[in-house]
């Protein structure tokens, strides 16, 4: 069956960095394309950013453009988050999600993995 | 890119029905049949429960449906059961190729 296995959150200081995985199985990684979102403490969710399924498109939301880089290995089957310069804000569960080409929809995620940026 | 607009809380009794609003603009909800709607219960991943404005993935009950007028998404839940208290979120894909969510609606079963 599909799986997405988050993995890499942790408590960071404000400024420092994080490089966030995404192991995925039961299926075919290469033909998907893959989104980070995110979810703060008792807030909702917020997309942050997707990459399409061979990774050439790469798109942010706003509030991580210049900070966050997304990627993919689809000889591992792996999707990563490198988060640099991270801010207070930026503290929240971090899913990875799948979805089909030629849809706008994510059918499938992982169980999260918790990022806390404190001093 | 703004939010989606979802009232905070809905209540229902076991049996009843309830409609989930999502409210959106011509850069989102209006622009594109892509709206989805995500249940999510404390402590788990969301889970997908309609894609592009009405359509159930398989595995979904039918209790669930969706539809679409102008800039508002609805959820209708019929046949409320206790299980289906949860969070949930409607999202677009929006005219800069990105994803908005909804702040989401917190749903209790009475």
């Known amino acids: 069956q599909v799986q997405l296995v988050e993995s890499g959150g942790g408590l960071v200081k404000p400024g420092g960095s994080l490089r966030l995985s995404c192991a995925a199985s039961?299926?075919?990684?290469?033909?998907?394309?893959m989104s980070w979102i995110r979810q703060a403490p008792g807030k909702g969710l917020e997309w942050v950013s997707y990459?399409?399924?061979?990774?050439?498109?790469?798109y942010y939301a706003d509030s991580v453009k210049g900070r966050f880089t997304i990627s993919r290995d689809n000889a591992k089957n792996s999707l990563y988050l490198q988060m640099d310069s991270l801010r207070a804000e930026d503290t929240a569960v971090y899913y990875c999600?799948?979805?089909?080409?030629?849809?706008?929809?994510?059918?499938?995620w992982g169980q999260g993995t918790l990022v806390t940026v404190s001093s | 890119q703004s939010a989606l607009t979802q009232p905070a809380s809905v209540s229902g009794s076991p049996g009843q029905s309830i409609t989930i609003s999502c409210t959106g603009t011509?850069?989102?909800?209006?622009?594109?049949?892509?709206v989805s709607w995500y249940q999510q219960h404390p402590g788990k991943a969301p889970k997908l429960m309609i894609y592009?404005?009405?359509n159930r993935p398989s595995g979904v009950s039918n209790r669930f449906s969706g539809s679409k007028s102008g800039n508002t998404a609805s959820l209708t839940i019929s046949g409320l059961q206790a299980e289906d208290e949860a969070d949930y979120y409607c999202?677009?894909?929006?005219?800069?190729?990105?994803?908005?969510f909804g702040g989401g609606t917190k749903l209790t079963v009475l």
């Open positions: 592009d404005v009405s």
């Open positions: 039961g299926f075919t990684f290469s033909d998907y394309y």
């Open positions: 990459i399409k399924s061979n990774g050439s498109n790469i």
């Open positions: 999600a799948r979805g089909q080409s030629g849809t706008a929809f994510f059918d499938h």
């Open positions: 999202s677009s894909y929006t005219s800069t190729r990105n994803w908005v």
């Open positions: 011509s850069s989102d909800v209006v622009g594109y049949k892509y």
